[in-house]
C-alpha cells in the first residue's frame, strides 16, 4: 500500500493509496492545492472547512461541465455515424438500382 504527503495550503495530509497511484495522487493533491489557494485569495478568510467545501464544489461543477461536453461529444458522433451509415445504405441503395436497371435493359434488348 502506497502511501502520499499532500499538501493543501500548507497544510500535510499523509494519503494511503494503491501501489503505483502515487504520482497521480499526488497530481491530484497539487490540483487541490491551487483550487483552495484561487478560492482562498477570492474568499478572504474563512475556515478550512468552508475553504474545503468550497474547492469541492468547484471541483464537481468542472466535473459536471466535461461530463456535460463528453455527452454532447458522443451525441455528435453518434449523429454523424448514422449520416455516415444512411449515405452509405443510400449510396448502395443506388448502385443497386443502376445495376438493376443495366439488367433490365438488357433483358429488353434480347
Do not use: P
Not at 34 to 51: I, T
Amino acid at each position: 500500500m502506497g502511501q502520499v504527503n499532500i499538501t493543501i495550503r500548507g497544510r500535510q495530509y499523509q494519503i494511503a493509496c494503491d501501489d503505483g497511484q502515487e504520482a497521480h495522487l499526488a497530481r491530484l493533491g497539487r490540483y487541490l492545492d491551487q483550487k483552495a489557494e484561487q478560492l482562498h485569495a477570492a474568499a478572504g478568510s474563512v475556515s478550512d472547512a468552508l475553504l474545503l467545501v468550497m474547492v469541492g464544489l468547484v471541483v464537481a461543477d468542472e466535473l459536471t461541465d466535461t461530463v456535460a461536453e463528453l455527452d454532447g461529444l458522443k451525441s455528435t458522433a453518434g449523429n454523424a455515424g448514422r449520416v455516415a451509415a444512411e449515405s452509405a445504405a443510400a449510396a448502395s441503395i443506388n448502385t443497386l438500382a443502376e445495376r438493376i436497371e443495366r439488367i433490365a435493359a438488357r433483358l429488353e434488348g434480347s
